[in-house]
């Protein structure tokens, strides 16, 4: 059985013909459905809502409450980013022979647990991290992954995969004595974010995701091997002239020779041409500030080396459809999903083919952003989502 709807001025009229949204009958996912439809309600429709309940049979007049309270409270959630703060305690963590990552924490020391996934991968966290969460709430633990950031030895890709990393992350759950914590990460992030997830479910407490990267040939060819040309070809054109006419039937291919050269000075051009045409193409509008990162060879080197070093290995999962392939391992938890329009990085048909086998999961789409997690729109989608968990977290308090 299906049935369709409309909304018409915040309230519902109950409508039949297929071409309709529909719910369906498994009702385990209608409540999320009906969450984000009770947001606009008035009074009087909800009255509607809960006749129409009633006469089609789903008994829960209790969850039906709790919808609507809850939808109250999320449409006061706080969408603003939270003031910069200071780490109130920081170390490093020798997690392999060759490898040490830099952690940070701050906010509550006492508060719900969260731990930030950095993008890239390489690309390291930053002091604006820390504001897309509560300090007063959050427990909040940034670390820089294997070879980026603080963490040394700087752009090792020795020992550098992702199954080395979901190790350093539960290392670093451990070492800090956190028996499970929310999960929150953008990107290349959120590719860690899912296989960390995956492999430990059960530590997890909340999911949230954003410009989602699932790590598939097709991903990889879009934006190395010309398809986001089409639409940034003067940014384009930088990165493609750096590979001589005779190596451009695989642009990662041949970056990944010069990344890795002898001679450093041939590495560090590769790491800014190919750092710039990642930074020119993050926001929908251009960004100066994100752009200079590119001539910071010191950023540049980690950050294009450990990503060339990834997409050649294709991610070190075992086939291209991996993550989507798990997803039932993680159906249970709580999970957002924010998708900028025009990600041009990180297009939207990885996060639809995620929201499709994961639809249990809110799907945000942000109509006028790009890629970046600082593009405002994108920003405020990630705050209310972190307030949501956070509002969830503490009605289940006893």
Not at 159 to 178: A, G, Q, V
Not at 189 to 215: E, N
Not at 375 to 382: K, Q, S, Y
Request: proline fraction near 6%.
């Amino acid at each position: 059985m299906s049935l369709g709807f409309k909304l018409v001025s915040k309230s519902i009229t109950l409508l039949t013909p297929s071409s309709l949204p529909t719910i369906p009958s498994s009702f385990p996912h209608f409540p999320r459905s009906l969450l984000s439809v009770a947001n606009n309600f008035t009074s009087s429709g909800k009255k509607k809502l809960s006749s129409w309940v009633q006469r089609v049979g789903y008994k829960t007049e209790t969850l039906l409450s709790d919808i609507m309270e809850s939808g109250k409270e999320i449409q006061e959630l706080n969408r603003n980013l939270y003031p910069d703060i200071e780490p109130y305690s920081t170390g490093f963590l020798k997690v392999s022979d060759v490898h040490t990552i830099y952690w940070e924490q701050s906010g509550n020391p006492s508060g719900r647990p969260v731990v930030f996934l950095h993008g890239g991968p390489g690309g390291g966290t930053s002091p604006s991290n820390r504001r897309f969460f509560d300090p007063e709430f959050y427990r909040i633990i940034l670390f820089d992954q294997r070879g980026a950031g603080k963490s040394t030895p700087h752009a090792c890709l020795e020992e550098n995969t992702t199954w080395d990393l979901i190790d350093d992350i539960e290392k670093l759950r451990e070492h800090l004595e956190i028996p499970e914590w929310q999960v929150f990460g953008g990107s290349w992030g959120s590719t860690l974010a899912l296989a960390y997830s995956q492999s430990h479910p059960d530590k997890v407490t909340g999911l949230v995701l954003r410009g989602i990267f699932l790590l598939r040939k097709k991903e990889i060819d879009w934006f190395y091997e010309g398809g986001a040309a089409a639409i940034y070809p003067d940014a384009w054109e930088p990165f493609r002239d750096l590979i001589p006419e005779s190596e451009r039937e695989s642009f990662v291919t041949a970056y990944h020779k010069r990344l890795n050269s002898d001679d450093l000075e041939t590495q560090y051009a590769a790491a800014r041409a190919w750092t710039k045409w990642e930074m020119m193409t993050a926001h929908l509008l251009p960004n100066e500030e994100n752009i200079k990162k590119g001539d910071d060879d010191t950023f540049s080197l980690a950050f294009a080396r450990i990503e060339n070093h990834y997409f050649v290995n294709k991610g070190f999962f075992p086939s291209d459809s991996f993550l989507l392939d798990e997803v039932d391992k993680i159906r249970h938890i709580n999970t957002t999903i924010v998708q900028g329009r025009y990600d041009v990085c990180c297009p939207m048909m990885s996060a639809w083919d995620l929201h499709k086998a994961f639809p249990e999961a809110d799907f945000k789409v942000v109509p006028d952003a790009g890629h970046s997690a600082n593009e405002p729109g994108i920003a405020a989608e990630l705050v209310a989502a972190n307030e949501k968990l956070k509002t969830l977290a503490k009605k289940s308090e006893p």
